[in-house]
């Protein structure tokens, strides 16, 4: 199957930037997805990318802020966020998708990472 290893989550100050990085064990490629969730919350859609790297989208909310990419070589998806803002403040998890195109619910994905804590102070 696969595993899925989040890292570089932190404590930021609002205009800050961070990058998350998505580690991805097996010989299968998918279609990846970065979801959010804070307390009281849903979980929430924020970006995704399918097998190739060459199609994205964006939930509204982070559009023109945050760039989800991908190495395939090393078997690690990216989140680049700038512009923080404290309303980005939620655990950040990484997702794979076992057909090639993009999701945007997480009903359609099918392997989760642990999460990563992203804290945005004003």
């Known amino acids: 199957q696969v595993q899925l290893v989040e890292s570089g989550g932190g404590l930021v100050q609002a205009g800050d930037s961070l990058r998350l990085s998505c580690a991805v064990s097996?010989?299968?490629?998918?279609?990846m997805g970065w979801f959010r969730q804070a307390p009281g919350k849903e979980r929430e859609f924020v970006a995704a990318?399918?097998?190739?790297?060459?199609?994205?989208y964006y939930a509204d909310s982070v559009k023109g802020r945050f760039t989800i990419s991908k190495n395939n070589l090393k078997n690690t998806v990216y989140l680049q966020m700038n512009s923080l803002k404290p309303e980005d403040t939620a655990v950040y998890c990484c997702?794979?998708?076992?057909?090639?195109?993009?999701?945007?619910?997480?009903?359609?994905?099918?392997?989760w990472g642990q999460g990563t804590q992203v804290t945005v102070s004003s």
């Open positions: 990318i399918d097998v190739s790297g060459s199609n994205t």
């Open positions: 997702a794979a998708r076992r057909p090639l195109t993009m999701g945007v619910a997480p009903t359609e994905y099918s392997y």
């Open positions: 097996g010989r299968t490629l998918y279609a």
